[in-house]
């Protein structure tokens, strides 16, 4: 599903806010709140739909798998219809890609409302403001 044949939901950016503050400091747990799926939470926050539809993961091996299916992570994120910006541009609702070298997989970000949303295996979901992203960071913006 392209999202781009979606329209955002009213109130998506009030939405985003209470979503991720919602997660914040809850564990790293594989289908639920590891980079992918909290990238996924964010697509359901922001048009109530979730265009990955019911693929599905549990651990590293199986999120390694879903992503090979969707043929890679920046086919899936052209496939929803985001289009890579300069990062000078981002914006809540934005999804950002850290890569280190050729690393697979890729780390995720949500930006909102001025703040990162991110998680880590080792302590969970975070919320951390920012005033400058570095420009090692890819901006895909969403329609």
Known sequence: ???????????WDMRLIKWARGLVAEPYVWGLTD???????ALWALYEADPLGDLSWDSEET???????????????????????PIRFAQSGD????????????????????????TLPDDG?????????PERLQL???P
């Open 1 to 11: 599903m392209n999202v781009a044949q979606l329209a955002r939901v009213p109130n």
């Open 35 to 41: 980079c992918g799926s909290l990238a996924r939470g």
């Open 63 to 85: 999120a390694l798998e879903a992503l090979e299916a969707l043929g890679g992570l920046e086919t899936a994120l052209r496939e929803v219809g985001a289009r890579e910006l």
């Open 95 to 118: 999804l950002l890609v850290e890569r280190e070298g050729n690393a697979h997989p890729a780390r995720l970000y949500v930006m909102v409302a001025g703040n990162l949303l991110y």
């Open 125 to 133: 979901v975070h919320l951390m403001s920012v005033r400058e992203l």
């Open 140 to 142: 895909w913006r969403l």
